[in-house]
């Protein structure tokens, strides 16, 4: 029993991280589990980020810095994006989260 629980402390500390980077949005998580061990976390998060007028420079770096983020972590799954425009000046960015991580 001990050895199915310290497996299954990895994932459930990443996740407590992504809680606290997260802030404001909604995570919902689906468990693979095999034997009593997390095997796979497949999760989708899904973040709002308001800007005020003239911003749109800041929301681009958003995107580019979400990105970036992937790659470096060599990520698995799916990186959305939608823009609210509102005359020309990106208000609302939505970023939508599908990724799956495998435990061994």
């Known amino acids: 029993m001990k050895d199915i629980s310290a497996h299954n402390l990895i994932p459930l500390?990443?996740?407590?991280?992504?809680l606290e980077k997260l802030q404001f949005g909604t995570l919902s998580l689906y468990l693979q589990v095999h034997r009593g061990k997390i095997v796979a976390v497949q999760g989708n998060q899904f973040?709002?980020?308001?800007?005020?007028?003239?911003?749109?420079?800041a929301a681009?770096?958003?995107?580019?810095?979400e990105i970036k983020d992937a790659y470096k972590?060599?990520?698995s799954g799916n990186l959305t994006?939608?823009?609210?425009?509102?005359?020309?000046?990106?208000?609302?960015?939505?970023?939508?989260?599908?990724y799956k991580r495998t435990y061994t």
């Open 60 to 65: 681009i770096a958003v995107i580019l810095s």
């Open 47 to 57: 973040q709002q980020i308001r800007f005020k007028e003239k911003e749109n420079s």
């Open 73 to 75: 972590k060599k990520k």
């Open 81 to 98: 994006f939608t823009v609210k425009f509102s005359e020309g000046d990106i208000r609302i960015l939505y970023v939508q989260k599908n």
């Open 13 to 18: 500390a990443e996740l407590e991280k992504a």
